[in-house]
């Protein structure tokens, strides 16, 4: 007779234990590590996507324009080369006989011999002081550009192809031409308009100006009296414009950059 012997159990072997099918372990981890790998690679394009938009963002802050043409001028305290940067605060200068053109957004902007300007951001609008010298800019709609003059603030009048000049003739006193479009002279709340071929010496300090203006010119033409100082901000008398001198300008503004 044959006895069965039964014994109580005490512990459990690894062999003993209910066997687990090894797909669910291995998809629980592959599972997290899916997750892992997902959540890195969203990190990485919202981190590519800022790198992408920030300068965007940021570049009307600082990045005014391009150095399009530059002969015997001066970068801030450098030479002024094609292809360079301007950014807000640079000043560019030129030799007597040197030239530098500058491409911003919608506009041009061309510094004759012996001049010397200073560009800056005014309302998300390019713009630049002219300290003395001759500056030619052209432009395509009427928030452009912007150039100052001691307190005068010349720009474009209009949405229409403008091209105008203006030459400093001693820190009080300019020459401001129009030889395309028309454009508007401020200073402070008096603003008036410059039509189209017309040019006028203004005088900033209007109670030091001549009364009789340069050959008794006007306003309204040559014989009519100034505008009294009472009433304005300054003083502008009407002068003959030089075909030869404004045909040179538009056709420096409008010269390709790749001509040297």
């Not at 200068?93 to 800056?120: E, I, K, M, N, P």
């Not at 300290?131 to 009048?157: E, M, Q």
Request: glycine share 8%.
């Amino acid at each position: 007779m044959t006895r069965l012997r039964v014994a109580r159990l005490t512990g459990t072997s690894s062999k003993d234990r209910p066997a687990v099918p090894s797909g669910i372990g291995t998809f629980v981890v592959a599972s997290r590590n899916d997750c892992i790998a997902i959540s890195k690679s969203f990190l990485v394009l919202l981190v590519s996507i800022s790198l992408l938009t920030t300068p965007l963002w940021a570049a009307p802050s600082s990045w005014l324009g391009t150095i399009v043409y530059a002969d015997r001028a001066r970068f801030s305290t450098g030479r002024a080369s094609v292809g360079a940067t301007i950014f807000n605060g640079d000043r560019l200068s030129t030799d007597q006989s040197g030239s530098v053109q500058v491409r911003a957004g919608s506009a041009r902007f061309l510094l004759s011999g012996a001049s010397r300007a200073t560009f800056f951001q005014e309302d998300a609008t390019p713009a630049a002081t002219l300290a003395f010298g001759t500056a030619t800019f052209s432009t395509a709609n009427s928030k452009a550009f912007a150039l100052h003059v001691v307190s005068a603030v010349i720009r474009p009048n209009s949405d229409r192809p403008t091209i105008g000049q203006v030459t400093v003739l001693n820190p009080q006193e300019l020459i401001v031409k129009s030889t395309r479009g028309s454009l508007s002279i401020a200073v402070e709340d008096d603003v008036r308009e410059i039509p189209e071929g017309a040019a006028y010496r203004v005088v900033l300090d209007p109670n030091a100006a001549d009364p009789q203006g340069p050959r008794g010119a006007g306003t309204k033409g040559y014989g009519s009296p100034p505008i009294k100082a009472a009433k304005s901000k300054f003083i502008w008398y009407a002068v003959a414009v030089a075909a030869a001198a404004t045909w040179l300008a538009v056709d420096e503004v409008y010269e390709s950059p790749d001509r040297p």
